[in-house]
């Protein structure tokens, strides 16, 4: 095998440039950059965007389709407003269907308080400012309105109600005087601030008496919230009342939009109501006992006028009284009817109950001879009659005619053969007369009286209750009594009510009052001519009673009265009952005096003019004419070995 040639060495330098570098390795091309596929980011916001879509979607579903409603009572609430309409009040009218109590147009000032924040107003302190000028115009404290007006989420609010148009008048004329400054202070730059622009009227209406204090007491009156609050107001508020209606409307800055509609409910006027009072009756009653009642300083009095026939109250007076105008003078203690709530034991015109009793038992006769000494010893009490007098010879109708409360203790006495069974039937016959029972008129706070049963009845109260004393009932009752003998034995529940006038015009009469035979007719009549003594005989207690070419029935009455703040008796209650014509009775008055402290305390002395006064006004009024029949004439005495 050939050997290979030996290489030259080439000297260093030279070898060096010999050398042929190696070649270098190419560099790779750079990378081309690709961009990202957007798919995954498109899908990323897509689902985004659909979850954002979805939600918007469900919660239109949500407020468009299951909220909807509710929704729509927001907004309907924000736009509308609801208003209530207040009923016309009914009329109250006397027999003859003259008015004793009316409503009138008056307004209820409202407001919205929204109105009154800063931003409405355009003043800082608007509320305070409206209040201190509506103030002197309502009646109101600054103070009170402006708390109404400071409720910016309400509105609506009522800042007094039943206004007189007057009222209204002159806040609009502030409202219009504020909008015009309103208006050039805006021209002139300013913020134009109108502080009183929320304030507005409701129709309402406003209770009226025509007749001031007449009637008063029968009447009541009608509180701050439109109701009744005492009387036959309240007695019959819910027919008078009626029915309230609202009005449903649209608004914007607190203004009606007129083109937008409204829903509206009608009120229901409320019911007239017919009384059976004769204004002119009441008139004459209600004068008499107030001259009576100043002129003998005493606490108070009534007088009650009746129809005997029918029951119907032709008067029912008080004294004192009150104006329902203007109940901020009145005196609390005048402003119900104390002829139904006052209870008092009656004195001796309660003998005719008595006597009733006797005469019906048949344990005697007018006739009857009765010894009256000067005292009686019966129980634990010496009784005495209201004079000294040395012992009388009485007939039994003398009894009644001279008052002696010997003379009828004796009588009662034979009504039992002992005198717990003697107590028994009086109480039988109190109690028919309607004595411890409400009269029946329906009347709010009438008293049913005081009346024990017998075996209830004190030592002394089993010889004072037949003339008058240890009993109590009230100024109605006593005249029912008297009516009822008028009407020949029979009881008729009093009436105040005649009927109801319907909103339709319709007259309903009220019902029929319940009746009760008490005694006979021909004990009534014995009873009737025996009362006329009392007022025809010269021995009688009641002379003052009489009237020029009339038959008068009466008695008088004055007993010991109990004070209501000592509870012990001091004073007296003076009284005197009766009917006319006695023999053909049509009218029964009845009247009493409560503690009279000047002058006679006598029922016959100060009663007794009362009754002819108002009994001779009642006849000619209602034209009731003498019979012309020649008076009864009963002995009242007899002479000793008769």
Known sequence: MPKEPPRRRVPGPARRASVRPAPRRPRPAPRAIRLGSPRPRLRLVSLGLTLVMLAFVVRLLQVQAVDASAYAAKAEKNRYLSHKLTAERGEITDRAGIALATSVDAYDIIADPKMFTPKESKAPDAPEQAAALLAPL?????????????????????????????????????????????????????????????????????????????????????????????????????????????????????RRVPTAGSREVPAVPGSDIELTIDRDIQWAAQKAISEQVTKSRADRGYVIVQNTQTGEVLAMANAPGFDPNDLTQANSAAMGNAALQDAYEPG??????????????????????????????????????????????????????????????????QLGKTQPAANQVLYSYLRKFGIGSPSGLGYPGETPGIL???????TSQQYTIPFGQGLSLNAMQAASVYSTIANGGVRIEPTLIRGTKGPDGRFTPAPAPG?????????????????????????????????????????TGTANRVDPELGRYKGYTASFAGFAPSDKPRITVYCAIQNPTKGSYFGGQICGPIYQKVMEFALKTLQVAPTGAAPARLPVTFQAGE
């Not at 007695?235 to 409307?249: N, P, Q, R, S, V």
């Not at 109950?353 to 009256?372: R, Y």
């Not at 024990?452 to 004190?458: F, N, V």
């Not at 009873?527 to 009673?545: I, Q, R």
């Open 348 to 413: 001796s015109t309660a003998k005719v109950m008595s006597m009733a009793a006797v005469l019906e038992e048949k344990a005697a006769t007018p006739a009857t001879h009765v010894v009256v000494p000067n005292r009686l010893h019966r129980g634990d009490r010496l009784f005495k009659d209201d004079i000294d007098h040395p012992t009388w010879n009485l007939t039994l109708n003398g009894v009644l005619a001279k008052s002696s409360n010997i003379g009828t203790i004796l009588a009662t006495g």
């Open 515 to 555: 009746k009760t035979r008490v005694v006979s007719e021909q004990t009534a009549r014995t009873l009737a001519t025996m009362l006329e003594s009392v007022v025809g005989d010269e021995e009688g207690t009641g002379t003052k009673a009489r009237i020029p070419g009339y038959r008068v029935a009466g008695k």
């Open 138 to 254: 309502l009646g109101k404290y600054a103070a009170e309105l402006a708390k109404k007006l400071k409720a910016p989420k309400s509105r609506y609010t009522v800042l007094a109600r039943r206004q007189t148009p007057q009222v209204w008048n002159q806040i609009k004329d502030l409202k219009s005087v504020f909008a015009e400054k309103a208006r050039t202070d805006r021209a002139k730059g300013g913020p134009g601030a109108n502080v009183i622009g929320g304030v507005f009227q409701e129709p309402s209406s406003k209770r009226v008496y025509p007749n001031g204090d007449l009637a008063a007491g029968i009447l009541g009156y009608v509180n701050a919230e439109g109701r009744g609050g005492g009387g036959v107001e309240s007695m019959l508020d819910k027919a008078l009342a009626g029915k309230d209606g609202e009005i449903t409307y649209a608004q914007s800055g607190g």
């Open 452 to 458: 024990a049963t017998p075996q209830k009845w004190s």
